[in-house]
């Protein structure tokens, strides 16, 4: 069993920048890859990035490329997402998320997931 448990979320004018992190208890993290997803109002949860699980290998959406960098530190349990040039556009609530071994794109395969942080940029 993992529990996440997101931090940093908040209110950022556009062109600003916030700092997510995922702290994730249990055993055995680093056997964990980890994503980032975001769901806005009204619409569905879409993917953002992700890391394999010792941190070289990532993915991004397209949407955030560049602007954004995930992370991860093994030896504290944390994934973070520096999220930066921010856009109201990037208005959501963001997740993390765990599943065993391989990264993935796909929310559908993450077996393990945080409550949410809300991320409101204004313009």
């Known amino acids: 069993q993992v529990q996440l448990v997101e931090s940093g979320g908040g209110l950022v004018q556009a062109g600003g920048s916030l700092r997510l992190s995922c702290a994730a208890s249990?055993?055995?993290?680093?056997?964990?890859?980890m994503g980032w997803f975001r769901q806005a109002p009204g619409q569905e949860r879409e993917f953002v990035a992700t890391?394999?699980?010792?941190?070289?290998?990532?993915s991004y959406a397209d949407s955030v490329k560049g602007r954004f960098t995930i992370s991860r530190d093994n030896a504290k349990n944390t994934v973070y997402l520096q999220m930066n040039s921010l856009k109201p556009e990037d208005t959501a609530v963001y997740y993390c998320?765990?599943?065993?071994?391989?990264?993935?794109?796909?929310?559908?395969?993450?077996?393990?997931w945080g409550q949410g942080t809300q991320i409101t940029v204004s313009s």
């Open positions: 998320a765990a599943r065993r071994i391989i990264y993935s794109r796909n929310e559908h395969v993450y077996d393990y």
């Open positions: 249990g055993r055995a993290f680093s056997s964990y890859a």
């Open positions: 890391i394999s699980t010792n941190g070289g290998s990532t």
